[in-house]
């Protein structure tokens, strides 16, 4: 019953723009502190952005900020991930995360975003 989708991966350019989106169902969304992460081939999963419920407090990694802005719209339950300027080193598998006081986990299963000229 519990579905985080994500979409919007895709092929682009280096210095171009995507934004990803993921729909969530099935649980309290507001409640939830929503993540994205990322994991590229041989590397371990790693945070890349955070948004909290109450308040909305984002957070950044370092190699993202500036460049990366987490938001969600609690009428869609939705979480979006929009990224500007991107470079090679941000091809990943990218994954949504729905997280509650860190006892209750959801994932989806990734989107692909690849940045190539």
């Known amino acids: 019953q519990v579905q985080l989708v994500e979409s919007g991966g895709d092929l682009v350019q280096p210095g171009g723009s995507l934004r990803l989106s993921c729909a969530a169902s099935g649980f309290a969304f507001s409640r939830f502190t929503m993540n994205w992460y990322r994991q590229a081939p041989g590397k371990e999963r790693e945070l890349v952005a955070t948004i909290t419920s109450v308040g909305g407090t984002t957070t950044y990694a370092d190699s993202v900020k500036g460049r990366f802005t987490i938001s969600r719209d609690n009428a869609k339950n939705t979480v979006y991930l929009q ?12 994954y949504c995360n729905a997280d509650f006081l860190e006892l209750i986990k959801y994932w989806g299963k990734g989107t692909l975003v690849t940045v190539s000229s």
Do not use: F, G, Q, W
């Open 83 to 94: 990224m500007n300027s991107l470079k090679p080193e941000d091809t990943a598998v990218y």
